[in-house]
């Protein structure tokens, strides 16, 4: 199983990214799947999760309103649209492929992550 993210870099506050996390090695499409996200020097926090067909979205209150988490089953990939980013967004983020279904955060895979640094 591989989860191999990209898209990270460097944004002025208020700037958009968008991540993408490439899976393979698994059926990608039977697996609800998360973004985590880890700042320097704390633990890691759940953003969002979505289900096998995107009919149920989880959000953390902390990026409710700016991140959207979304899926192309027929590509294999797992995505976060970031929006109106703030200095306390910077972190490491990374894709999570569940052992339970959402919103269960209990996941078994993660990828290595992408950095992500919002700083003027």
């Known amino acids: 199983i591989q989860l191999v993210e990209s898209g990270g870099g460097m944004v002025q506050p208020g700037g958009s990214l968008r991540l993408s996390c490439a899976a393979s090695?698994?059926?990608?499409?039977?697996?609800?799947m998360s973004w985590v996200r880890q700042a320097p020097g704390k633990g890691p926090e759940w953003v969002s999760s979505?289900?096998?067909?995107?009919?149920?979205?989880y959000v953390a209150d902390a990026v409710k309103g700016r991140f959207a988490i979304s899926r192309d089953n027929a590509k294999n990939k797992l995505y976060l649209q970031m929006t109106s980013l703030k200095p306390e967004d910077t972190a490491l983020y990374y894709c999570?492929?569940?052992?339970?279904?959402?919103?269960?955060?209990?996941?078994?895979?993660r990828g290595q992550g992408t950095q992500v640094t919002v700083s003027s």
């Open positions: 090695g698994f059926d990608f499409s039977g697996y609800d």
């Open positions: 979505v289900n096998i067909d995107e009919r149920r979205i």
């Open positions: 999570a492929k569940l052992s339970k279904p959402a919103p269960s955060k209990e996941y078994d895979y």
